[in-house]
């Protein structure tokens, strides 16, 4: 592809973004996960341990975030909120990947802990956030989510972008529960935030094409990755530059551009 004008690259970019943010997206994406749910807190919650799984085959990703939210008995904020000792104890048997029912369990102890001590998910990261950025927050998050008893082991399945990390995960989280983007895929149900303040969630495909539309120039996709990507999507659109994760996502893997 040749080298885009400034100008052609945001208008190709923009049509792109059209193109894949749209419903038919939700089919094939884990996004799907949370969308069984109309309540706030069951959308944050399904979709937060949906996207804490969000690594390897779509497939498997989305397999898996239904059997969590069977172990919650496809009730997750009323789970987290009122278990039982003995009601996690099916959730020993999970397993994706390196995420296991130890640190399912953790983390549905630790998410009945933020809403309990800290008024829920969304003021949590409010509270952290900077007018154009959720990194900090991210950290913050991380540090407040740990502060229940917990295995060193469980501590990896949250990123953290002051330990150089990209923490694409929680991007894209951050991306479903902010941005409203009146296509029906994400639920703009957090209104304390703004789409200015979110980051695109980087990844193999998202970087690989970033670099190619020279967007990108850093080879890893980590923390410094990242913060150069923002301030290239911020220059197209600052009002909502996370927009532009759908046009990167799809070319990268329904276009192997």
Wanted: proline residues 5%.
């Amino acid at each position: 592809m040749q080298q885009l004008t400034s100008e052609e690259l945001t208008e190709f970019l923009n049509e792109k973004t059209l193109q894949y943010n749209n419903p038919k997206f939700i089919e094939t994406d884990p996004i799907q996960i949370p969308h069984r749910f109309s309540k706030k807190e069951d959308i944050e919650i399904a979709g937060f341990l949906t996207a804490t799984i969000a690594w390897g085959n779509r497939k498997s990703i989305i397999n898996n975030a239904n059997k969590i939210t069977e172990l919650l008995e496809n009730a997750p904020y009323d789970f987290v909120m009122n278990h039982q000792e003995q009601d996690l104890e099916p959730l020993n048997a999970f397993v994706h990947r390196t995420f296991n029912g130890i640190d399912l369990i953790t983390f549905i102890k630790a998410l009945q802990h933020i809403y309990k001590r800290h008024e829920g998910l969304e003021n949590l990261f409010h509270k952290h956030a900077s007018p154009t950025s959720m990194q900090n927050a991210i950290h913050e998050f991380k540090n407040t989510f740990f502060e229940i008893e917990h295995l060193p082991r469980t501590k990896k399945h949250i990123s953290d972008p002051h330990k150089k990390s990209a923490a694409k995960r929680i991007n894209m989280f951050l991306r479903w529960m902010v941005r409203n983007d009146n296509a029906g895929v994400d639920f703009g149900i957090w209104k304390s935030l703004s789409p200015a303040q979110l980051s695109c969630p980087l990844d193999v495909h998202s970087g690989n094409v970033a670099r190619k539309l020279g967007l990108l120039n850093r080879k890893q996709n980590d923390a410094k990755a990242l913060a150069e990507l923002d301030t290239a999507l911020r220059s197209m659109d600052p009002s909502d530059p996370v927009k532009y994760d759908y046009a990167l996502f799809g070319l990268g893997v329904f276009e192997k551009f």
